[in-house]
């Protein structure tokens, strides 16, 4: 089920279908504004396709001044934020590809408040909130350690990929999918 190459040191599109599909996931990368970068600011968002192909992947500009990149978890650095879109317009983009489709990812709330959208939560599978998937106590567990359990897969090895994320978080939602919506009828 899942495409794990160790040569590419990431997970890799499942087939060749690339357009819009039914579900679709989601990862963004947030730098940090104001005093002490403590404020998140939308810098990078991705969006993929049921089967990994990359619908979106862009840089966004941010409105407030930079106080703190955390390139070395976002991977951004001022070059990449220079000349990027503005935020409106990648909202917009990202809002219509998102319109009745089921959105999967890890900790969507932060996502989607950095985007500052919502997205109905009977449309949303979140790898964060699967009690299946989270501690004993039912805690969230980080992505890397579910990528690690489930997919065997080795991620967020400094730098951050938005793009890995999201098909680590889709892979996982595909391995799950089954009991994961049998148990929401």
Same mark, same amino acid.
């Given at each position: 089920?899942?495409?794990?190459?160790?040569?590419?040191?990431?997970?890799?599109?499942?087939?060749?279908?690339?357009?819009?599909?039914?579900?679709?996931?989601?990862?963004?990368?947030?730098?940090?504004? /104001?005093?002490?970068?403590?404020?998140?600011?939308?810098?990078?968002?991705?969006?993929?396709?049921?089967? /990994?192909?990359?619908?979106?992947?862009?840089?966004? &500009?941010?409105? $407030?001044? =930079?106080?703190?990149?955390?390139?070395k978890?976002? /991977? @951004?650095?001022? $070059?990449? @934020? %220079?000349?990027?879109?503005?935020?409106?317009? !990648? #909202?917009?983009q990202?809002?219509? @590809?998102? #319109?009745?489709?089921?959105?999967?990812?890890?900790?969507?709330?932060?996502?989607?408040?950095?985007?500052?959208?919502? %997205?109905?939560?009977?449309?949303?599978?979140?790898?964060?909130l699967y009690?299946?998937?989270?501690?004993h106590? /039912?805690k969230?567990?980080?992505?890397? =350690?579910?990528?690690?359990? =489930?997919?065997?897969?080795?991620?967020?090895h400094g730098?951050?990929?938005?793009?890995?994320? &999201?098909?680590?978080?889709?892979y996982?939602?595909?391995?799950?999918?089954?009991?994961?919506?049998?148990?929401? !009828?």
């Amino acid at each position: 089920i899942i495409a794990w190459s160790e040569k590419e040191k990431g997970l890799e599109p499942l087939d060749d279908k690339d357009g819009l599909t039914e579900f679709i996931a989601l990862d963004c990368e947030m730098v940090g504004v /104001g005093a002490g970068g403590w404020t998140s600011a939308l810098a990078r968002v991705c969006v993929i396709n049921h089967s /990994g192909h990359v619908l979106l992947d862009t840089h966004v &500009a941010v409105a $407030e001044p =930079v106080t703190d990149f955390r390139t070395k978890y976002s /991977g @951004i650095r001022p $070059e990449d @934020i %220079h000349d990027a879109p503005k935020f409106a317009a !990648v #909202q917009a983009q990202v809002s219509s @590809i998102l #319109q009745d489709r089921i959105l999967v990812g890890h900790a969507l709330h932060n996502d989607l408040q950095a985007l500052k959208l919502t %997205h109905p939560s009977r449309d949303m599978r979140d790898t964060a909130l699967y009690l299946p998937l989270c501690t004993h106590r /039912g805690k969230p567990k980080k992505l890397k =350690v579910l990528a690690r359990e =489930v997919l065997n897969a080795q991620i967020q090895h400094g730098e951050h990929s938005p793009e890995e994320d &999201a098909r680590a978080a889709l892979y996982i939602y595909r391995y799950f999918a089954h009991t994961w919506e049998a148990s929401l !009828v």
